[in-house]
């Protein structure tokens, strides 16, 4: 029910977008969100926003990461710019419903070379 696509190996620096697409009806959903996990460590949140637009950021990624929903396409993005070593992760999308329940999409790998 959700499909992520967009990761891949970057140079430092580097830019990619990551996509996230629902197949859930929009209007049932309340956050779309993506979170990483580094080999080693737990999952953490990346960024979220909810249906009014609202977002919220991981501090490491402010100012570099910018996550967007279209509603029309029932789809989730995070663009990532000026990429660091250290944003290698498994990226996984999550969507939260207005009953509070909330699914995973399948990761998508990130590999940021030095």
């Known amino acids: 029910q959700l499909q992520a696509s967009g990761g891949g190996l970057v140079q430092a620096g580097g830019s990619l977008r990551l996509s996230c697409a629902t197949s859930?009806?929009?209007?049932?959903?309340?956050?779309m969100g993506w979170y990483r996990q580094a080999p080693g460590k737990q999952r953490e949140l990346v960024a979220d926003?909810?249906?009014?637009?609202?977002?919220n950021y991981l501090d490491s990624v402010k100012g570099r990461f910018t996550i967007s929903r279209d509603n029309a396409k029932n789809t989730v993005y995070l663009q990532m710019n000026s990429l660091k070593p250290d944003d290698t992760a498994v990226y996984y999308c999550?969507?939260?419903?207005?009953?509070?329940?909330?699914?995973w999409g399948q990761g998508t790998l990130v590999t940021v070379s030095s």
């Open positions: 999550k969507v939260v419903d207005v009953w509070r329940n909330y699914y």
């Open positions: 859930r009806n929009i209007l049932s959903i309340n956050v």
């Open positions: 926003i909810t249906s009014g637009g609202s977002t």
